[in-house]
């Protein structure tokens, strides 16, 4: 009995998925593809800072060195708002991508409009997550061929560190927002199929975006 429930046991641990870690506290640790990086601390907590070189000019995206995903959870806290000087309709946008390419312009990503959570425009609410698949399937292609269905209704607060949580299993994905028990984005058609690549700080047109460390867990 008790080499069967070692072995029981054996098995059981070696099932279970295993989780990486990736410290953001060296900008060293990124190959910056757009916008610069630097460690920061932000409302009282360390992580990465990530802006446009110029504002207004384009996006921020940085690869994760070393880190290949397909299937499982990836699990961070991230905070945006419009930077400084940035343009009328910037909203904060800040999100990861996952499943980037050699080519780091091919990538899937689920990302907030922070300013749109409390917006007063209802219309605006409904636009404060959205996925996307660079670069086929911009958000402005899904919303026009699809309205509703890449992008849904979070509360979101500007600037405040804001949990997510990717899922991805094969070509679907779900989106979790401050740690609830239901995503908030359901994705059941990941434009890329399933598939692997690396792991991303993205960050849209005008923003001032903050990053704490991410959590891996494959599948």
């Avoid at 239901?182 to 058609?189: E, G």
Wanted: aromatic share 8%.
């Amino acid at each position: 009995m008790h080499r069967l429930l070692t072995a029981v046991v054996a098995v059981s641990l070696l099932t279970v998925p295993a989780t990486e870690v990736v410290q953001l506290d060296r900008a060293e640790r990124l190959a910056v593809i757009a916008g610069t990086v630097e460690p920061a601390t932000y409302r009282g907590r360390k992580g990465l800072k990530l802006v446009e070189r110029e504002i207004n000019q384009g996006l921020g995206f940085a690869v994760l060195n070393g880190v290949e995903f397909g299937n499982g959870t990836i699990e961070t806290e991230i905070a945006g708002l419009p930077a400084a000087g940035a343009v009328e309709g910037s909203r904060g946008f800040v999100g990861i991508a996952f499943h980037v390419q050699k080519d780091p312009h091919s990538y899937e990503c689920f990302y907030l409009r922070p300013t749109n959570g409390r917006a007063d425009d209802q219309l605006r609410r409904n636009h404060a997550t959205q996925y996307i698949s660079e670069p086929e399937f911009p958000w402005q292609k899904l919303r026009q061929e699809n309205p509703g269905v890449y992008e849904s209704y979070v509360d979101l607060e500007a600037g405040a560190w804001t949990p997510i949580r990717i899922v991805v299993d094969g070509a679907k994905a779900q989106f979790y927002v401050h740690n609830a028990p239901q995503p908030v984005l359901v994705v059941n058609d990941l434009k890329k199929g399933a598939i692997s690549g690396g792991i991303a700080l993205w960050i849209g047109q005008g923003t001032e975006a903050y990053f704490s460390n991410i959590s891996i867990t494959r599948r």
